[in-house]
Each structure stands twice: as C-alpha cells, then as structure tokens.
C-alpha cells in the first residue's frame, strides 16, 4: 500500500451530511495530501500538508476541510457545502522540500451520494 | 499552474515500443518532471522523474528535451499489464503537484 491506508473503501453521503475520509501513513513523512478524481478525468488537489498544524487549500478546496493534529494522520472532510461530492479520493504522501521525492499514494475511497 | 499537455490516448501492439509525449513548456528552471501512472480504481503509482538528464530504470525511460519543454516516457516492450492511464506532471516548490488528463494507454495483444 505504499505506507499510506485510507478508509473506507466506499463511503455513502446522505443529503446534508458530512463524512470524514480517514488517511494515515507511517512512514514519518511530513507532507500529506488530499486529490479528488471525477470519472475520466486527472487528480484535482484539494488540501495538502507539509507539517504538523498546518495546511493550504489547493485548486478546489472549498466544501473540504481538514486537520493535520498528528504526522501520520490527515484526515478529510467533505462537508454538506459541496455540492457534488460524487468522486474517487486520493491520499497521497511524500517529502516535503525534496521535488525529486516521489508520491505514494493511497488505494483511494469512493464517495458516492445516496 | 504547472501544467502539461498530453494525448488523451494512445496505442500500442504488445512487446511494441511505446512513447509517450509530453509538453510542459511553462515549466520552470526548478521544476521535477515526473511520470505516474493508474490502473481503473488504483491510485497512481510511480514510474519515473527526472530534472534535465534522461533517466532510466526497470519500468521505463524518460527522455527529457534540451529545453525541457517536453518529455517522453518510453516503455521499452508494451505488456498487457502496461494499459493504463499515464500521468505527467510537475513537481513544484511547495510541493504541490499538479496532474492533468493523462493519456490513456491501450495494448493490443
């Protein structure tokens, strides 16, 4: 799995819910990651970390929010202010600072809307 | 945003040499360019990166232009175990990286 877990592996919505999407790693990297994927299309990144208590928003974060409380930890939370949260989400880790560092990335959770 | 230009899709008859294009022609002086690729409901995986030299390793070869404005990803012998859908993209300060559309890889056997 790369050293990172996400789960679940599926996940149902109710109108006006929120859901969290857990992801941990551990292997002690610091940066940690948030991508939303739509049927055929590329990764849309939403948050990422690069320490403990810190984060910034990416291309498409609003109706998400997230905590970064512990390294191994970043968890996501769709939130009933996104409007279509239908999609796959990807967690992904690497080192932060080191461009040449590869991302791994987590098997992924399908969020889906009943 | 870092962006990059890809073939939606590409195909290749098996043990047929592959290669993908690539164009990034904002790309900065200090910008990685690397390769992933997914499988239908995987998250991607690594295949390779590279700053200006061309680079190689077991799973493929990565051609960088002079100007680094493009890049190839080259699969040496195309398996059926190759189709999958191609990403590249740029590693940028701050580490934030930015994928696109990718190309989707289809061999025929």
């Known amino acids: 799995d790369g050293g990172i877990t996400q789960s679940p592996k599926y996940l149902f919505r109710k109108e006006g819910q929120n859901v969290t999407l857990s992801c941990e790693q551990n292997l002690n990297h610091d940066a940690m990651y948030w991508y939303r994927q739509d049927p055929g299309q590329g990764l849309r990144l939403i948050y990422y970390s690069q320490i403990v208590n810190d984060f910034q928003k990416g291309d498409i974060a609003e109706g998400y929010s997230v905590s970064r409380e512990k390294k191994e930890s970043f968890p996501l939370t769709v939130t009933s202010a996104q409007k279509n949260p239908t999609a796959f989400y990807l967690c992904a880790r690497s080192i932060p600072g080191i461009l040449s560092e590869k991302l791994f990335f987590g098997s992924g959770t399908q969020l889906s809307v009943l | 945003d870092a962006k990059t230009t890809q073939p939606n899709s590409m195909e290749s008859n098996e043990e047929e040499p592959v290669h993908l294009p690539c164009n990034h022609s904002?790309?900065?002086?200090?910008?990685?360019i690397h390769w992933y690729r997914q499988l239908p409901s995987q998250g991607p995986e690594y295949v390779i990166h590279?700053?200006?030299s061309n680079v190689n390793n077991r799973m493929a070869s990565l051609a960088i232009a002079e100007d680094r404005k493009s890049s190839t990803l080259i699969l040496h012998r195309a398996t059926l175990r190759d189709a999958a859908v191609y990403y590249c993209i740029l590693g940028r300060t701050g580490n934030q990286f930015y994928f696109g559309t990718g190309t989707s890889l289809t061999v025929i056997p």
């Open positions: 904002t790309i900065s002086g200090t910008d990685y």
């Open positions: 590279g700053l200006t």
